[in-house]
């Protein structure tokens, strides 16, 4: 099972180096040329169908969209990466240099194997939007055009007020000579709270596409969930066998799109005279991946446990467990929620069945109060102190997409370590 909840990632990977050059796979690090594979239609269609574990959905999304592999790549490893910022002081470290832990992680029914597949699949989103608003996916999307609900005459304010200003500002300028400070690119501001009935702003610009990404990552991701037992091949589909795992892997799919969705903000640049922002466009724009982790962490903390219940007409449904001591009701969980159907292992001893990556040689803090203390951290087994000359990374910077670079810092620290 463990074997093929990361296919869709190989397949993606592959597609991706074949339009890069040199390029290291995300969790292997083995180095695949560009040279290997030819991207013509004939040889895309070989290695889309070559691929072991893909539905025959993701098939059809990976020849007919190929475009869009490699920001669901980058898209993932963004929310792997934030998955293990978030759990860095953790047992389970959500551990992105093991592929073997993380591909049985995706297929468990822990809180933890929520999280992971929430996060990713926030990052997908927001990758894919981000690169449809660039223009680098035209033939399947561009800018944000969720404003054209307002109807066709909001679509078309920005383009009237804008020769209104020019009109007025010229009308108003000494003599007559057109020569005035106009600003049609003023200031940018965040976070603007705006009515529909606000007659001082319009849509406009170049707003991240958040609906085509939610479209998209919902069409690749939630396509290798395999929800009828009989359509079950040998290999099963992205997340395994279970019919729960998989209903559970869609649940947090969705919950992680939605988190990316409820977090939108709307970003507003000044039009007018110079300083007087009478007038304002306005678009959306995606959350910052932390932003989205912090909300997706809180939801891990409240993850509601579930299981499958027998319904007469629709075979079985996932609905939430009732407490001990509650009557069950058979009720769905809320789609914002994480949910988990078994509870995690300790995590202290590595056993990748149970995807743990054990304590032992991790970093410690004697006198923490949280989770990175070495009484929680190394399960009783002690730990061992040492004065080392320690050269870490320090000022650290994040850049869109999922790269972070980092000066070198040398110090003297006494490092404890889990026995």
């Not at 190929?66 to 759990?87: H, K, T, V, W």
């Not at 919950?255 to 709307?266: E, Q, T, Y």
């Amino acid at each position: 099972m463990a074997n093929v909840g990361f296919t869709w990632i190989a397949a993606i990977l592959v597609l991706a180096c074949a339009r890069r050059s040199e390029q290291s796979v995300w969790m292997t690090g083995i180095s695949i040329s560009s040279k290997t594979l030819d991207p013509l239609e004939g040889a895309l269609q070989k290695t889309c169908s070559s691929i072991a574990g893909l539905t025959h959905r993701q098939r059809m999304f990976c020849l007919t969209r190929s475009e869009l592999m490699d920001p669901i790549d980058q898209g993932a490893n963004l929310g792997r990466l934030e998955c293990s910022r978030r759990m860095s002081k953790k047992r389970w470290n959500c551990p992105s240099d093991d592929s073997v832990l993380l591909k049985a992680a995706l297929v468990k029914g822990y809180r933890e194997s929520a999280f992971l597949q929430a996060i990713q699949s926030s990052g997908v989103v927001q990758a894919v939007a981000r690169v449809c608003s660039s223009g680098k996916a035209e033939k399947h999307c561009g800018c944000d055009s969720s404003f054209k609900q307002y109807g066709r005459e909001q679509h078309e304010k920005f383009q009237q007020r804008s020769s209104r200003i020019r009109a007025e500002a010229e009308s108003s300028s000494p003599g007559g000579s057109g020569e005035v400070n106009l600003d049609l690119d003023g200031d940018i501001i965040n976070s603007v709270p705006l009515t529909e009935d606000d007659q001082s702003w319009v849509w406009g610009g170049c707003g991240d596409n958040w609906e085509a990404g939610m479209r998209f990552a919902a069409e690749f991701l939630d396509t290798g969930a395999v929800l009828n037992r009989s359509k079950v091949d040998k290999h099963g589909g992205m997340f395994g066998k279970s019919p729960l795992v998989n209903r559970m892997a869609l649940h947090n799919n969705k919950a992680g799109r939605l988190a990316v969705k409820r977090l939108l903000d709307i970003r507003c640049r000044c039009m007018g005279l110079s300083g007087s922002c009478s007038e304002k466009v306005c678009w959306r724009v995606l959350p910052s991946i932390q932003r989205v982790g912090d909300r997706l962490q809180k939801k891990f903390t409240a993850a509601v446990k579930v299981r499958m219940a027998p319904r007469s007409r629709t075979g079985l449904a996932m609905v939430m467990d009732a407490a001990i001591g509650e009557e069950s009701r058979d009720v769905k969980p809320p789609s914002k929620d994480l949910v988990f159907s078994e509870t995690s292992p300790s995590f202290c001893i590595h056993d990748q069945l149970k995807a743990s990556p054990g304590t032992t040689g991790r970093k410690c803090k004697p006198l923490s109060p949280g989770d990175d203390s070495c009484q929680h951290l190394c399960c009783g087994r002690g730990y061992t102190t040492e004065r080392k000359r320690v050269e870490e990374r320090c000022r650290c910077r994040f850049h869109w997409c999922c790269r972070v670079t980092c000066d070198r810092c040398v110090s003297v620290q006494e490092i404890h370590t889990c026995n």
